[in-house]
């Protein structure tokens, strides 16, 4: 598979503030915590780490590792107790709700596990939502570029009940695409679809950062899909514990056994 | 199984207090109507038995005397002297009573007069059944002059007069107002005040001198028996002595007929009120229904779970209404607190029409609180079986499912039982049309009701096409948060429709009374216009009689050319109440034209009447009969001397001649005057030389023919009022039940109110996605129910085409004002919903289960 993104080094940390070239979102220093006083859990525990635009990063990590928290801390569905969160070059700290839908409107896209669509919508506008909600028209010759991608031309028209499961979440992708965002955020994307369907949105994933420089990030504890990645960020307790660039799927399970053995060992953490 | 009622129940405390609440306002229209009915009886009561003695005696036939047109007989005074002689009477008192003495208030205002009567006695010392007397002086001296009188307490103070001040009063003798000085306040003896009566007293001489001419006579007396002697005892000793014509009944049996004739009346208010609660119970069974259909809707999985574990169907069944049981009781509960408020709230909005009941009690019966109870639990658990039914039907495979279904009924169905509902509706009407009286009504009611709830039923279907076409207007106006909206209408069409549906049914009554109030205005425009020849008219907006002297002045003006007095009374036809009215033959043509369906004006004397087409129609009278008519002083027989068209300026069931009606016993009281000037002759001063006439009474005023008409069209304004509040509660109750539906959908959709949010829908449409759905709803139901109005409307106006109601007239302008303040009703409905939907945290309502 051709890879055109450039590699990100193997470090756990980055010191650089602020927006460097390239860095599509950011996320420094990151801490994460529920509770108060002695009930105090740490779901995220300093984690900083760079997405650089044009790559598809997984993040992968045990139950509780803080996988999930991290991304909607990233992705400005959640806010976070200390640190910074970028996006391009847009510090979420201090942004109002308004500033927050709009940057979720525009810049970020969105593919979670279930439910991603509006079921009273037809494909096409589920599509065409987060565009018609700005009271933009698509670029058509983009709208075109995605619907063609995911090979969805002949099912505009069905509202999500007529589509199979892993149709929705080719629209779905279709939709978290369809604005150019700075980076797409898909939360385990396949993780309701058989093998086949799964590997279909995946393959779009990919096409989507080759074809196209999208930056997508990717949560997910299945290693195959994780091998479509160019790069597996892998967190436990808190912390970001270890990468790999140009991951194949026995690498990602190697790791993933070594990682649920300490966390077994460990303490275990919420989040 | 109980267990998890109880949990549900508090998990849900948002949720079912909503429907609560629509029992909560049901129960307490129900409650408030008895409460205040009963309260109203109390007082009424109260001054019966304040007033009555142990024996009355009274000219025969005036116990049970009509409510309005004055017994013109009475008793000799030396009477009350032969009676004293009596071993069984202790004491006995001559009482003089003048109805129509209303007192003027400082600021030149009538106190009361809208209904209750201006009373005024001779003092006396009389002692009820009560065993109070009926009057103490609270302050001052009783008067001793003519130019003296005392009043009740509050009556003073409403009129702001202190002992010494100079009283106005408007009398029904000439002359027609009076000037007094104010001696001294009276306290009436019963508990429960006099009900917005007035009481003036005057010295024994003196109120024979203005009212009765001078003669020694008095209206009633009152005997007190002596220790150890019984009424009946007291009264048959009184029978041995009385005089013809003249009857003496027990204290317990003179109180007991008031108290009928008075029950009477109560009843129809009470009647009348609880057609609103019916209203209300109505639109709150829909609420009902709809909550616990969604609530149903919503745990179908947790109950299919309750099913797969074992429970069998009869207890998931009963597990729903034991629900609904438990809402119903504490719902109950409140209502009846609220019906007390409510009660209260009614005696303020009566006390607006001049009943006013002061601080009275508002007594809570048992049996208001039985029926309170049970009218809240027979609705709920009526209106949460279906539901019920619906929930145990739920397969218990459905818990592996993830998108679980509830059996539905299929829409055609729904829609087939609709139309033959709806069909059944217009048969009852048409029946009930044909019919009359009180099973009529009912029948009509009743069609309407099976009407209604039959376009319920189609509802889901009629509106579609509706809500289509406002989803045009949406999409057009806010884009795709339009069209979210609409398809958020259209996804549950049983949910949006009965949700509509209990707003329908508020419109509907809403809209047929506009429909018949403006067709009765325009009516009375028509009849006004067509019939009326006077220029000018002297009436009485709140329909109390004055004094015949005011006819005998403006007679005497120099511009006047002729005046026609009007006098009412009420007698008996068989057993049926008719209203009569009253002119002089000679001078009706002067005041209007009465036009004749059969024989003649010229053979119109005091030996004979006029009697309306429909009377006519419904007595089988003809042009020629004899008419045997009921006074309080016994019957009279007229001969049929025609026969007039209702819709015309004669209201009523009889026309007699004014020496006719004197012959019958009733004294002359007008009611009002038509007036023509002379050729040539300025209005302007004829106007004020008359305005000169009526200075200082309030109470009668002069108009032309277009102030004479708007005078009748703001009398049926008045009712329209009371009756469009008395179904703004039906209407709070729909509105409340959009909120609980749109608050219940936001629950549901809480998932997908967390996809729009993180895919960048901002607060602000997703409020205003909420609030179109919101306005789509309401103005579905206001559409719909002006619709139905419009229907009712033409068909009742039809129905009543020859009781006065000739003209229909649709108010086009007011229908569609109904509409718009249902969309902003609807805003309004949203507001909570829209705020919740709004403020759900994103992260929160996506990860929701």
Redesign the interface.
């Known amino acids: 598979m051709f890879r055109s993104a450039p590699k990100p080094s193997h470090s756990t940390s980055s010191t650089v503030f602020g927006p460097g070239s390239g860095v599509a979102a950011r996320a420094l220093d990151v801490r994460k915590v529920y509770g108060e006083g002695d009930a105090t859990v740490a779901a995220l525990d300093g984690v900083s780490i760079d997405f650089a635009a044009g790559v598809f990063t997984a993040v992968m990590g045990p139950s509780g590792s803080g996988k999930s928290t991290l991304m909607?801390c990233m992705?400005a569905?959640?806010t976070v107790s200390a640190g910074h969160v970028f996006i391009g070059d847009l510090e979420l700290a201090g942004l109002g709700?308004?500033q927050l839908?709009?940057l979720?409107?525009?810049k970020i896209g969105?593919i979670?596990q279930a439910?991603?669509?509006?079921?009273?919508?037809t494909a096409q506008?589920n599509i065409e939502?987060?565009l018609?909600?700005?009271?933009r028209k698509p670029d058509r010759q983009w709208f075109d570029t995605v619907i063609d991608t995911v090979g969805l031309r002949d099912r505009l028209d069905h509202r999500p009940n007529q589509l199979s499961g892993g149709q929705q979440q080719r629209v779905a992708c279709a939709?978290a695409l369809v604005t150019r965002p700075d980076v797409v955020f898909a939360d385990e994307p396949t993780g309701n679809l058989d093998s086949a369907a799964g590997a279909e949105v995946l393959a779009f994933l990919r096409r989507s950062v080759d074809d196209h420089r999208q930056t997508v990030i990717m949560v997910t504890h299945d290693p195959v899909a994780a091998s479509y990645t160019d790069r597996v960020v892998f967190l436990a307790d808190g912390k970001v514990v270890d990468e790999l660039s140009n991951p194949t799927a026995d690498d990602v399970l190697e790791e993933m056994k070594v990682l649920s053995a300490r966390s077994i060992a460990g303490t275990s953490t919420g989040g | 199984m109980f267990k998890v009622t109880w949990h549900n129940l508090v998990a849900r405390k948002l949720r079912l207090a909503l429907s609560a609440f629509a029992i909560v306002l049901g129960v307490a229209f129900v409650a408030g109507s008895f409460i205040f009915t009963d309260a109203l009886g109390r007082a009424f009561d109260g001054i019966v038995k304040g007033t009555t003695a142990d024996v009355e005696v009274l000219p025969e036939g005036a116990g049970q005397a009509d409510s309005f047109g004055t017994d013109a007989r009475t008793i000799p005074a030396p009477l009350v002297e032969e009676l004293r002689q009596l071993s069984e009477a202790e004491k006995v008192v001559g009482t003089d009573q003048v109805q129509g003495v209303f007192v003027i208030s400082k600021e030149g205002e009538l106190i009361g007069g809208n209904g209750p009567p201006g009373l005024a006695f001779n003092y006396n010392e009389m002692t009820a059944i009560t065993g109070d007397p009926i009057l103490t002086v609270a302050d001052g001296e009783l008067p001793s002059t003519r130019d003296q009188v005392a009043l009740d307490v509050d009556t003073a103070t409403k009129a702001g007069y202190d002992i010494g001040d100079e009283v106005t009063l408007v009398t029904p003798g000439d002359p027609p107002t009076m000037k007094a000085e104010l001696t001294g306040l009276v306290r009436f003896g019963s508990e429960g005040g006099l009900v917005g009566a007035t009481l003036t007293i005057f010295d024994d001489q003196v109120i024979k001198d203005l009212f009765f001419e001078g003669k020694d006579v008095y209206t009633n007396i009152s005997l007190t028996a002596a220790e150890g002697v019984s009424q009946v005892q007291l009264r048959d000793a009184v029978k041995e002595v009385l005089p013809q014509g003249l009857e003496a009944l027990t204290g317990d049996d003179f109180a007991a007929d008031q108290q009928e004739i008075i029950g009477t009346i109560l009843g129809f208010i009470n009647t009348f009120l609880l057609v609103f609660a019916a209203v209300a119970l109505i639109v709150g069974t829909f609420l009902i229904i709809n909550t616990f259909s969604i609530l149903v809707a919503q745990r179908s999985r947790e109950l299919a779970l309750l099913r797969a574990m074992g429970a069998s169907k009869k207890q998931v069944n009963r597990a729903v209404l034991t629900e609904a049981l438990v809402v119903s009781l504490v719902g109950s509960t409140v209502g009846l607190g609220m019906g007390y408020l409510l009660a209260i709230g009614l005696r303020a909005l009566f006390g607006f029409i001049g009943l006013d009941l002061g601080a009275a009690d508002m007594p809570v019966e048992l049996r208001t609180v039985l029926l309170s109870y049970a009218v809240g639990v027979i609705v709920t658990l009526v209106a949460a079986y279906l539901p019920a039914r619906r929930a145990s039907r739920i397969a218990p495979v459905q818990a592996m499912r993830d998108d679980v279904a509830l059996p539905e009924t299929s829409l055609r169905r729904r829609f087939l039982v609709g139309a033959v509902m709806v069909a059944v509706g217009v048969a009852l009407m048409v029946t009930g049309f044909a019919g009359s009286g009180g099973r009529g009504l009912l029948l009509i009611g009743l069609g309407m009701l099976s009407i209604l709830i039959g376009v319920a039923l189609m509802a889901p279907m009629l509106g579609r096409p509706i809500v289509q076409a406002l989803g045009v207007v949406y999409r057009r106006l806010f884009?795709?948060?339009g069209?979210?909206a609409t398809?958020?209408t259209?996804?549950n069409p049983r949910r949006t429709a009965a949700t509509s549906s209990a707003l329908m049914i508020g419109l509907t009554l809403v809209a047929l009374m506009s429909i018949l109030g403006q067709s009765a205005k325009v009516s009375t425009d028509k009849a006004i216009e067509e019939s009326l020849t006077a220029e000018l008219i002297v009436s009485n907006a709140t329909g109390q009689f004055f004094s015949t002297a005011y006819a005998d002045s403006i007679r005497e003006l120099d511009g006047v050319d002729s005046v026609t007095a009007f006098r009412q009374a009420g007698a008996k036809l068989g057993n049926s109440q008719v209203f009569l009215q009253a002119v002089e033959p000679e001078s009706l043509g002067s005041a209007l034209q009465l036009p004749v369906d059969g024989g003649s004006l010229e053979a119109f004397d005091d030996q004979s009447v006029f009697v309306s087409s429909t009377r006519a129609k419904s007595s089988d009278l003809a042009v020629g009969d004899s008419v045997k008519l009921t006074f309080p002083a016994g019957p009279t027989e007229f001969d049929v001397a025609g026969i007039f068209p209702v819709g015309g300026a004669v209201a009523g069931d009889f026309l007699l001649t004014l020496e006719g009606l004197e012959r019958s016993g009733i004294k002359p009281e007008d009611s009002l005057l038509f007036i023509t000037k002379k050729p040539g002759a300025d209005e302007a001063v004829v106007r004020s030389q008359i305005e000169e006439v009526l200075a200082d009474n309030p109470t009668v005023t002069l108009k032309n023919q277009q102030e004479f008409a708007d005078e009748q069209k703001d009398l049926i304004n008045r009712v329209l009022y009371i009756i469009y509040a008395l179904l703004g509660l039906a209407i709070i109750i729909a509105i409340l039940g959009i909120t609980n539906t749109l608050a219940l959908s936001v629950i549901e959709r809480t998932?997908?109110v967390g996809?729009?949010?993180?895919?960048?829908?901002?607060?602000w449409?997703l409020r205003r996605m909420v609030g179109l759905e919101s306005i789509a709803i309401s103005v579905l139901g206001a559409l719909l129910g002006v619709v139905m109005g419009i229907a009712f409307g033409i068909a009742m106006q039809r129905a009543i085409a020859d009781q006065g109601i000739d003209v229909l007239s649709i108010p086009w302008l007011q229908l569609g004002i109904f509409v718009v303040l249902a969309a902003l009703a609807g805003v309004l409905a949203a507001l909570l919903p829209a705020r919740r939907a709004a403020k759900l945290n994103?992260?929160e309502a996506?990860t929701t289960e």
């Open positions: 909607h992705a569905l959640d709700d308004k839908t709009k979720r409107r525009d969105f979670f439910y991603n669509l509006v079921p009273t919508l506008e939502l987060p018609s909600i700005a009271g939709r | 884009g795709t948060v069209n979210l398809e958020n259209l996804r998932r997908e996809l729009l949010r993180a895919i960048g829908v901002s607060r449409q994103v992260l996506i």
